[in-house]
T-cell receptor, first 115, second 120 residues
Framework: AQKITQTQPGMFVQEKEAVTLDCTYD???????LFWYKQPSSGEMIFLIY??????QNATEGRYSLNFQKARKSANLVISASQLGDSAMYFC????????????FGKGTMLLVSP | GAVVSQHPSWVICKSGTSVKIECRSL??????MFWYRQFPKQSLMLMAT?????????EQGVEKDKFLINHASLTLSTLTVTSAHPEDSSFYIC????????????????FGPGTRLTVL
């Protein structure tokens, strides 16, 4: 069974500052993928970034980077230079071995960016 | 990224009626789509996996006779909530998995904008 833990129900950050959203995971699969999604108040789930368990380098996508520490089973999302539009719910998710495996989501972290 | 549409975006219906929600992958063929349900301030709960041309795989506790899923083509999956009741009111969101053989490496699920169902 897979499990995702997001321990921060809410985070505050000032505009232009960086923020780290925590995510730890547990799985017995030898190969897995980790995802971060953003859900603004409109409800749409927006894919942000992906990290494969065998990727040698941490994933980056623009202002988003994933701090992947395999030994600690953590996959924290770092948002640099926060913007007001970053205010949203953020979900960490993982899938197990390839094929028809499904995503397991964490409970989410609400990020509020203040001016 | 890939685009997934969902229709309608919101619907209000009377108790006892059926409601159909459509999920379409607009720029890729999706052999697998997923249906989720989300209650306010909670995470997504997977309801079922929809495979093109075959029966859907439902998660434990999800009534297959109440939530009918049809994946008739590589770009369309539908969820029908039959005999809806107020407790079925929720946010329903679908996703489509971009297949690996298209060149996509991540096997990422792309989500539709969701459908807010209110049953009176």
């Amino acid at each position: 069974a897979q499990k995702i833990t997001q321990t921060q129900p809410g985070m505050f950050v000032q505009e232009k500052e960086a923020v780290t959203l925590d995510c730890t995971y547990d799985t017995s699969d030898p190969s897995y993928g980790l995802f971060w999604y953003k859900q603004p108040s409109s409800g749409e789930m927006i894919f942000l970034i992906y990290q494969g368990s065998y990727d040698q380098q941490n994933a980056t996508e623009g202002r988003y980077s994933l701090n992947f520490q395999k030994a600690r089973k953590s996959a924290n999302l770092v948002i640099s230079a926060s913007q007001l539009g970053d205010s949203a719910m953020y979900f960490c998710a993982m899938r197990g071995v390839t094929g028809y495996s499904t995503l397991t989501f964490g409970k989410g972290t609400m990020l509020l960016v203040s001016p | 990224g890939a685009v997934v549409s969902q229709h309608p975006s919101w619907v209000i219906c009377k108790s006892g009626t059926s409601v159909k929600i459509e999920c379409r992958s607009l720029d890729f063929q999706a052999t697998t789509m997923f249906w989720y349900r989300q209650f306010p301030k909670q995470s997504l709960m997977l309801m079922a996996t929809s495979n093109e041309g075959s029966k859907a795989t439902y998660e434990q506790g999800v009534e297959k006779d109440k939530f009918l899923i049809n994946h008739a083509s590589l770009t369309l999956s539908t969820l029908t909530v039959t005999s809806a009741h107020p407790e079925d009111s929720s946010f329903y969101i679908c996703s489509a998995r971009e297949p690996l053989n298209s060149g996509a490496y991540t096997d990422t699920q792309y989500f539709g904008p969701g459908t807010r169902l209110t049953v009176l």
